[in-house]
């Protein structure tokens, strides 16, 4: 017995299970868009994972930033960071999606795995973002060791010539 696969000419045995890839889209869209519209966009790309038989992992909002070179006339865009796995055309209905929305700018696809673990990625991600936060501690930290220093006037004499 054979089924086929949605979105996939291959066909397989129905009691085979084929593993879900892992995929991550960062899109643009413009600074204008108002925060109702932001969410029914991501509730639009949820469910096309959804039907492809997957889930989105993560969703990040970057928020507005400015953009490298004008696009479309535009110099500010708004970023959101998806990660999702899915089965079959996942990632082509996700940019056809995209591409018909006009206020989405750019957008970029890149396959993180072709077997994708959910749980895996949220702790590394976990262990990332705990990582980046001890450094930004200690870097605080150091600063203001300096700033206390400096009120302080332990500084060498010699380094009164940088202050002229």
Do not use: C
Request: aromatic fraction near 10%; charge should be negative.
């Amino acid at each position: 017995m054979t089924a086929l696969n949605p979105g996939s000419t291959r066909t397989t045995e129905s009691s085979g299970n084929f593993p879900i890839a892992g995929y991550e889209t960062t899109f643009v869209a413009k600074s204008e868009i108002t925060d109702e519209g932001l969410n029914t966009l991501k509730e639009r790309l949820a469910g096309v994972v959804q039907t492809f038989a997957g889930e989105v992992v993560l969703t990040e909002d970057w928020g507005k930033r400015k953009l490298a070179y004008p696009i479309s006339k535009e110099t500010r865009g708004h970023y959101i960071y998806l990660v999702y796995s899915g089965k079959g055309d996942v990632v082509h209905e996700m940019e056809r999606n995209l591409r018909l929305n006009e206020n989405i700018l750019r957008f970029l696809t890149v396959n993180l795995a072709s077997e994708f673990d959910a749980d895996q990625f949220r702790k590394r991600r976990a262990d990332v973002h705990a990582a980046a936060k001890k450094r930004e501690e200690e870097r605080e930290a150091r600063r203001e060791e300096r700033n206390q220093e400096f009120r302080r006037g332990s500084y060498d004499d010699d380094s009164s010539d940088y202050r002229e």
